[in-house]
């Protein structure tokens, strides 16, 4: 499946920006079942410093505000081809030591709440266990658009019963971790079936399970990631792999206004048809 | 301890003067004693008037003192010193093959010579720099190893600094001052020069410059501020270099470059030789609470646009867990044995060990894990009961915060009293320098002498002083 993705991501400030820059975490890369074919990123009130590769082979761009500007806009529109692979990534591979993926983080500390869940899904294998437990993550934490906050615990999430996606891949990488798995967060773009225009990027887990490998699971549409997911960032929680983290003087307050397209590319569809 | 017979670098074992301290023994028995006294509160006037003073931790009275110096200098053949330095050189070497290897395929772990859980536990591990390679694949360009010696040919590595080693201006100000007061003394004696140390710092640093660097990198000291420890010490190094002393409200990131502000506007730097902790150091990427950093200065060093002396993450090489792997550490990648001894270290975190170091509490050395400055320490024959039994404590309670020693017979060195020349317990730091040339070890280093009789902690947060290290040419 061929995706097309358009994504601007705006912000407004009341006052001039002194000085301030972003990291960006937004370039998603080639890897098994996902070729990005094209991809470009256009900046408005802002400069373009430096590119990288983080630990977890994460595109990093450095961008910093042009001085005093009021407005800076990230845009990002590229193609992405897409292959069945029933949510395995395969074998770890990459510097990053595989234990490092069971450090447990903030966001995804295991309190009562979570040790309760885990204990709650049926026991088979560590793939089964997985499996199980996206419908009952779904259950316990109700999706609600807004309703949590972004430096939410997944142990917070669990406890408040409600929140986004964001939520639900931290639930699911405290459970794998305490578990004894090592887990992480992905940030990437999904299709929707019934619409281009997303609200937001979306986020799920990925586990590291026997023989298979890494497998990613998806506890907020109880769902492993088919053709229609586009994997961008991956890290040990949130923080890791957000889209954007950025600091900033001056500007005082800001308004955000985020554009996502995703949109199944009609030629490409006809091909594979 | 107290049985233990203590080796003197002067007199021996009291069998006669040794051969390196032949020719100044000779000059100071001419000297007048009462002079001798004069001299020494010269060199302390000296000193004052330099400027270099020290801060003690916690010490608010007294936010400047003094280190103290004694005029009596350590005297090191140059056929000692190049056993040493070679010792040195490898566990350098070393040092940074091993940073290479943790923070890339890390085969140590994988060949089985040292448990996984010494990397994956440790606070000083950071995974940013996981895959990254810093320009000339140097981390250490900057290391002090932390030598004691208890016999003639007996050395032992203490501790490694791969951080920040400090003190290496009192290196240069002690030769100096020894210069400007005992002028006789050098030409008497063939000592081996350590004022090269800032040109070769310089040349060092700029040979690890990164590709995007000209022919001629822009190097530069960058401090923390002058309410640090150490401040003199940066700005005293800038000076010597030539080079710019910078904070981190004097750089951004621009251009993809890390830039200063100067009078002719903002200039790229190429190496920044930083004496800041890895977490300050960018409240981007690292302790967001941190105003001494860059944000983003991290983004450029992974870019491979900088240098930043020492790489983030090789504090990792100075812990003292790590410390005790070390004779494996210098076998598994330079396929030798180590020509430099570790004192034998138990690590309280295995419980038969911690067995061990319970049962013999008085006879040990107790040592944080990660602690440096002589800091939560105990030292077993010379703690009272109350200590010993705060630390019996400490140890069940967290044993893995602790590693364990013998009390070493460190080596003692006169020190000048009123009562006349009387031996203390010192050490050496020798400073290393390293680039893709090479490894530079200036001849010598820092000597700090325990001033209290019978003391062996020598760190001057703890009323340590210094003398000038002499190495001979033979």
Same mark, same amino acid.
């Given at each position: 499946m061929r995706l097309k993705i358009s994504h601007t991501t705006r912000y407004s400030f009341d006052a001039p920006v002194s000085s301030g820059m972003q990291q960006l975490r937004l370039r998603p890369r080639s890897r098994r079942a996902q070729e990005v074919t094209e991809w470009k990123m256009t900046l408005e009130g802002a400069v373009h410093e430096v590119s990288y590769e983080d630990q977890h082979g994460n595109c990093v761009d450095l961008i910093t505000f042009e001085r005093d500007c009021t407005e800076l806009a990230v845009h990002c529109e590229g193609e992405v081809e897409l292959s069945e692979s029933n949510g395995v990534i395969g074998r770890h591979t990459g510097p990053v030591p595989l234990w490092l993926y069971k450090r447990v983080t903030e966001r995804t500390k295991a309190g009562p709440a979570i040790k309760a869940l885990l204990k709650s899904v049926d026991a088979g294998n560590e793939l089964g266990r997985c499996h199980a437990l996206m419908p009952a993550i779904a259950k316990s934490v109700v999706y609600e658009t807004g309703s949590s906050e972004s430096d939410w615990s997944a142990e917070e999430a669990l406890a408040a019963g409600r929140g986004v996606c964001q939520d639900h891949a931290h639930v699911m990488i405290a459970c794998a971790r305490e578990a004894g798995l090592a887990a992480r967060y992905v940030s990437g773009y999904l299709m929707m079936d019934d619409r281009t225009q997303q609200q937001a990027m979306h986020a799920w887990a990925e586990v590291h399970v026997p023989d298979l490998g890494w497998v990613g699971f998806d506890p907020a549409n109880e769902m492993c990631p088919d053709e229609r997911y586009v994997r961008v960032a991956v890290g040990l929680d949130y923080a890791e792999a957000a889209p954007v983290n950025g600091l900033r003087s001056g500007g005082d307050t800001e308004t955000l206004s985020v554009a996502i397209e995703v949109a199944r590319q009609s030629q490409s569809q006809s091909q594979s048809q | 301890m107290g049985d233990t017979p203590i080796f003197d670098e002067m007199n021996g074992m009291g069998d006669g003067i040794r051969r390196p301290y032949e020719t100044f023994n000779n000059w100071f028995e001419g000297e007048n004693p009462k002079e001798l006294r004069a001299k020494q509160r010269e060199a302390e006037e000296l000193f004052r008037l330099t400027g270099i003073t020290f801060n003690v931790y916690g010490r608010a009275e007294a936010e400047e003192r003094l280190i103290p110096f004694d005029l009596i200098p350590r005297i090191i053949s140059g056929r000692e010193w190049q056993r040493l330095s070679k010792g040195i050189e490898q566990r350098v070497r070393a040092i940074n093959a091993f940073l290479h290897d943790i923070y890339h395929g890390q085969e140590i772990v994988k060949a089985g010579r040292i448990p996984e859980e010494m990397i994956s536990r440790n606070e000083a591990f950071e995974p940013k720099m996981i895959g990254v390679t810093p320009p000339g694949r140097i981390y250490t360009h900057i290391v002090g190893i932390d030598l004691v010696r208890t016999g003639p040919d007996e050395f032992y590595v203490l501790e490694d600094n791969g951080r920040t080693p400090s003190g290496v201006s009192y290196m240069l100000e002690n030769r100096e001052t020894m210069l400007q007061m005992f002028p006789e003394l050098f030409s008497t004696n063939r000592v081996q020069p350590v004022q090269t140390y800032p040109t070769d710092l310089l040349k060092s640093l700029a040979a690890c410059a990164p590709a995007s660097a000209g022919d001629r990198p822009t190097v530069a000291v960058m401090t923390p501020g002058i309410f640090n420890s150490a401040y003199f010490e940066h700005s005293f190094l800038a000076d010597q270099m030539g080079v710019e002393l910078v904070e981190g409200n004097d750089l951004r990131v621009m251009d993809g470059k890390l830039c200063m502000r100067t009078t002719q506007g903002y200039k790229a730097i190429d190496v920044v030789y930083r004496r800041i902790d890895d977490d300050f150091l960018d409240p981007l990427n690292f302790?967001?609470?941190?105003?001494l950093g860059v944000p983003g200065i991290m983004d450029v060093y992974r870019s491979g646009r900088l240098t930043i002396a020492n790489a983030p993450g090789t504090g990792i090489c100075d812990d003292k867990a790590i410390y005790s792997y070390m004779p494996e550490i210098v076998e598994f990648y330079t396929g030798e044995k180590p020509l430099l001894e570790n004192v034998p270290t138990w690590r309280c975190a295995e419980p038969e060990a911690l067995a061990y170091v319970l049962d013999n509490l008085e006879e040990l050395v107790v040592k944080e894990?990660? /602690?440096? /400055? /002589?800091?939560?320490?105990?030292?077993g024959p010379t703690a009272t009961k109350k200590d010993l039994a705060l630390f019996r404590r400490k140890l069940k309670a967290r044993p893995s915060n602790y590693i364990a020693q013998p009390t070493l017979a460190l080596s003692t060195v006169p020190i000048f009293t009123k009562a006349g020349l009387s031996p203390r317990h010192v050490d050496l730091r020798p400073y290393v320098l390293c680039s893709p040339q090479g490894i530079n070890i200036t001849p010598g280093g820092l000597t700090r002498v325990?001033?209290?009789?019978?003391?062996l902690v020598v760190n001057s947060s703890q009323g340590g002083g210094t003398k000038d290290t002499w190495v001979l040419e033979d």
């Open positions: - | 302790n967001p609470e941190s105003g894990v990660h /602690g440096s /400055g /002589g800091y939560g320490m105990l030292i325990a001033l209290k009789k019978g003391s």
